[in-house]
Structure formats: structure tokens, C-alpha cells
């Protein structure tokens, strides 16, 4: 009897433990040059650890599609997504829930590109180019370029000389600059910080429009985490990546540059219909 007990509270003890234990994995698109990411994303992870007092993994992923499938999969917890897939995480996983954004995401654009010297001047110009788009899970390098593509008259397929796919933003800029594609679309942040930081060469390839806003890039966090984890960890993350400030620590800093902004905002799924709505409509979204 005395035995049983006692093979009963190992039992339990061991129970807790393994709970106590678990890793919380985040991931995130793959939209930017693999260091700057494995940078971005393992400092977060390094923070979220010590600031929850759990431990927190990063999980690199091949593409956009293979973040979606691991947030699917319950081998990603939270994942930071662009608007598309942010939606088609949640999609894929009821009671998901998008937690935080960067200010800009309320207000993001994508950039039209072209070889400099081809007189292309707007997007009408570009018909009968060579045309070059992100990653086709992407919201700045494919979803709203095609819709303001289509805004304005032009079906890529039908009216290019041929389309490609470069997989991420920095590949984009960089088939424009060496001439592999006449013309491309990326996130307008990501072009920015390359050309204010000097890595384009302007006398190749140059800014030709500028995109309406929209919603983009945000976390979202499993809904069924609190299971794993205890009840309120979803507030726990979403307050911990609130806290971070450019301001507060040369830590924060250096996160927060990562991400390209001063400090994160709260968002909700309801920010994200419309990029829901317009993959729909171009039959990027099917079910």
C-alpha cells in the first residue's frame, strides 16, 4: 500500500514537472535575409524567456506556407505573420487570436520597383514586363500588390511578360538591381531601411509607386496555449511584448531595431478582415 503511494505521488510530481518544463516555440515568415531574422527572433525569444519565466524557443522555417503548418501542427505557439498569413493561421487554428502589432502595421504599404532607365513611371508602364513578387504567401510582396495591381487595369499573368517569385522582399530589390526581373513589389519598411542604410544601388533600380495602406504583419498566439501553459498566459505574452520600448534598455533597443519600430501595439483579429476579404477575392483564401 506504502509502495503504491508512493509510486503514485512520483507520478504526480512527475506530472508537474513536465509541466512546469514545457517550451513555448515561436516562429516567424521568412520575408528577410535568414541572419537578420535568426537575430530578430532569438533575442525575443531570450526576453520572452526571462520575462515569463518559461521557456521560449525559436523555430526557424523554410517558407511562409511551413509557419503556417507548424502553427497548424501545435509546433509553433505564437508566430509573427504578415496579415495573410496571420489569417490563415487562424483559419487554420479556431479560437486563435492576434495580439500584437507594430504602430506602422496599421498603416502599411508595399513598394513598386523598377529597373532605373526604363521610363516606367507607374503602373500602367509596367505592362509587358518582367515582373518579380515576394513570396506568394506574402501580404506586401504578392496579396496587395496583385489587388492594387488590379485597381488599376493590369492582371499579372495576362499582362506581364512573365512572373516569378523571389521568396522574400530583400531577393525582390536585389533581381530588380542585378536586372534579373524588370520591376517587383515588396514591403515598403524593408525597402526603406535598405536604401537608407546604402545596400541599393539607386543608380539600378528605383522607387516607382507607393501603395494605399493596410493591416499587416502582427503576432498571433495559439488559443489553446492556456491549456499548456495556465490560465492568462495569452495576456502574459501579449503584456511582455507591449512592454518592450526602444527606450527602456539597450536589450529593448536592440529588439525593437530588429523589428524596425519604437515598441509594439495591442491588434484583433478584426483588424484582418479586409486582407481576408481580398484573398477570397483573388482566390488566394478558398474554404
Not at 514545457?22 to 524567456?49: C, H, M, N, V, W
Not at 497548424?72 to 492576434?98: E, I, K
Not at 493596410?214 to 501579449?238: A, C, K, N, P
Request: glycine share 10%; aromatic share 10%; proline share 2%.
Amino acid at each position: 500500500m506504502a509502495a503504491m503511494l508512493l509510486i503514485g505521488l512520483l507520478l504526480v510530481i512527475g506530472g508537474c514537472n513536465s509541466s512546469s518544463q514545457a517550451t513555448l516555440y515561436i516562429g516567424g515568415i521568412p520575408d528577410q535575409d535568414a541572419s537578420i531574422l535568426q537575430a530578430r527572433f532569438e533575442k525575443l525569444a531570450t526576453y520572452l524567456s526571462e520575462e515569463l519565466d518559461m521557456d521560449v524557443e525559436y523555430v526557424s522555417s523554410v517558407d511562409y506556407a511551413a509557419v503556417v503548418t507548424a502553427f497548424r501542427q501545435g509546433d509553433v505557439h505564437m508566430a509573427w505573420y504578415g496579415g495573410l498569413t496571420g489569417v490563415q493561421a487562424r483559419l487554420a487554428v479556431p479560437n486563435s487570436v492576434a495580439i500584437a502589432q507594430r504602430p506602422s502595421d496599421e498603416n502599411f504599404h508595399s513598394v513598386f520597383v523598377a529597373q532605373k532607365g526604363l521610363g516606367i513611371t507607374s503602373l500602367a508602364d509596367l505592362k509587358g514586363k518582367t515582373f518579380a513578387f515576394g513570396s506568394e504567401s506574402s501580404t506586401s510582396g504578392n496579396l496587395m500588390p496583385r489587388y492594387f495591381l488590379g485597381q488599376a487595369g493590369l492582371d499579372p499573368e495576362q499582362d506581364f511578360a512573365s512572373v516569378t517569385y523571389s521568396g522574400s522582399h530583400d531577393k525582390t530589390w536585389k533581381l530588380v538591381e542585378a536586372g534579373s526581373s524588370q520591376a517587383g513589389a515588396l514591403n515598403r519598411v524593408v525597402w526603406e531601411t535598405r536604401k537608407n542604410a546604402g545596400e541599393v544601388d539607386l543608380t539600378k533600380v528605383e522607387e516607382v509607386e507607393v501603395t494605399p495602406p493596410y493591416y499587416d504583419y502582427h503576432w498571433v498566439i495559439r488559443g489553446d496555449v492556456e491549456e499548456t501553459f495556465g490560465s492568462g498566459t495569452i495576456g502574459r505574452v501579449q503584456a511582455a511584448l507591449l512592454k518592450l520600448r526602444l527606450e527602456n534598455s539597450e536589450r529593448d533597443k536592440e529588439i525593437m531595431e530588429a523589428f524596425q519600430a519604437e515598441h509594439f501595439i495591442a491588434t484583433n483579429n478584426a483588424n484582418y478582415a479586409a486582407i481576408e476579404e481580398v484573398a477570397r477575392g483573388l482566390g488566394i483564401i478558398k474554404d
